[in-house]
């Protein structure tokens, strides 16, 4: 029996393979660049072992739908929501099913104002599922760019908000365990950047989640 597909405000989540298939991709790409006027949209993931094969079809389908794509790879969420505010693009998409099973993966669905879809916003997007997907001729589809440094840019936003010199005075001393996840990449940078002293655990960005990555008691 096949995992239900679970649409919320949160955005689109399934198991990949099953409720989260090509199909849906299609359906949610092409709904996506109506919804951002056929704009530029990022697009970023998590670790997990399905992320690229799904980032591709997704990009794929937002390419010929007629959106210029900004393709970050491998970032936290909230650098997706960083780069469409200082990218000034139409919307953002992040692949990632947060704390669940490797199994799953998700779409989080992200505005020009760098913040998640509201509820109005999430139900016409589903509204938009709906109707039957459209592509453009193919000289009017859209161009993609691939950028290196998001996560560097998404550091010194950070750095530029915070008391850099008297986080560094501290000599604070930081245990960080990223599950293996896309945290693995930006954070240790962070608090190195903070003159911390970092002790790793789980920071290899391969996705196989060494525990169960929703923090719970008995996971943390």
């Keep these: 029996m096949s995992s239900p597909l679970m649409k919320s ?25 109506r919804y951002a006027q056929y704009g530029t949209v990022v697009v970023g993931r998590d670790t997990r072992p399905t992320g690229e094969a799904v980032s ?18 491998v970032v936290p969420t909230p650098t997706v929501q960083v780069m469409v505010e200082e990218l ?27 913040t998640f879809l509201t509820p109005k916003e999430i139900t016409k997007l589903f509204t938009l599922m709906d109707a039957t997907s459209s592509y453009k001729r193919w000289d009017k589809t859209g161009r993609l760019t691939v950028m290196h440094d998001a996560g560097e840019r998404h550091l010194n936003r950070v750095l530029e908000v915070i008391d850099v ?15 293996n996840g896309a945290g693995s990449l ?18 290899k960005p391969d996705g196989l989640f060494p525990r169960g990555a929703e923090p719970l008691p008995e996971n943390l």
């Design 186 to 203: 930006i954070t240790p940078e962070l608090f190195r950047r903070l003159n911390c002293k970092v002790t790793e655990i789980n920071c």
């Design 88 to 114: 000034n693009a139409s919307g953002g998409i992040v692949l990632s099913a947060s704390h669940n099973p490797v199994e799953w993966n998700a779409l989080k669905l992200i505005n020009r104002h760098g």
């Design 56 to 73: 591709m079809n997704l990009i794929s389908v937002l390419l010929l739908a007629g959106c210029d794509v900004i393709d970050i790879g």
């Design 165 to 179: 010199k008297q986080i560094r005075a501290a000599n604070f001393h930081v245990v960080l365990d990223s599950v």
């Design 9 to 33: 405000v949160s955005g689109i989540r399934g198991i990949v393979g099953e409720s989260f298939t090509p199909e849906l991709l299609a359906s949610a790409g092409s709904a996506f660049a």
